[in-house]
């Protein structure tokens, strides 16, 4: 699939059907996920497959009670380790740089999934406590970013509204307009 296709016809999908998301497609969304950009190339990152319908469940309540979460086939948490990190690019690596690196992580596992045929959502509203103890991550100086719920879609959303561009893009200075025909000194 063309990454400008995967990029425009991607969507959030909650609903699923009961066919398993096979391990070789895991795999391919986790290699997707290692070749995103991060700080200094630490790659902190690191990733949980959970496929036990009861932790799924348990992570679902975790989710405010997100249940729709549970009837997904696989759920990949992303997670960073924050000690290089912050070791290298103190407060700022900690308070930022970590979250780039997994939203960039997360991004390429959902273009990925896509392109693969499957349907995910960014799932990020969620008690970071709880989802620790669910899963035995160590509490400190790691952060939980994401649940991507994962599986064979039931649904094709249809795409939600956007900003146009020409309201959320400037041209060489804050606040003023860039038209598409703005001359480009080429
Ligand atoms: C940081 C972040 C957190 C999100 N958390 C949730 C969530 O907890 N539950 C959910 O259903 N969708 C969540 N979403 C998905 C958004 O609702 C969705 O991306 C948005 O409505 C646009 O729809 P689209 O992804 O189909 O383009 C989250 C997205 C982002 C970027």
Redesign the pocket.
Known sequence: MDVFEAIFDR??V?RFITKPVEENKVAKILDAARWAPSIGNLQEWEFIVVRDPGRKLQLSEA?VG?YWIAQSSVIIIVLTKNDRITRAYGRKGQDFYVKYDAAAAIQNMLLAAHSLGLGA?????FDEIAVKRILKVPTNNIDVHALIPLGYPAEK?SP?HRLGLEGITFFEEYGQRWVKDTPKFL
């Open positions: 969507r959030s909650r989710a997100q959502c960014w799932v990020s509203v959303p939600p």
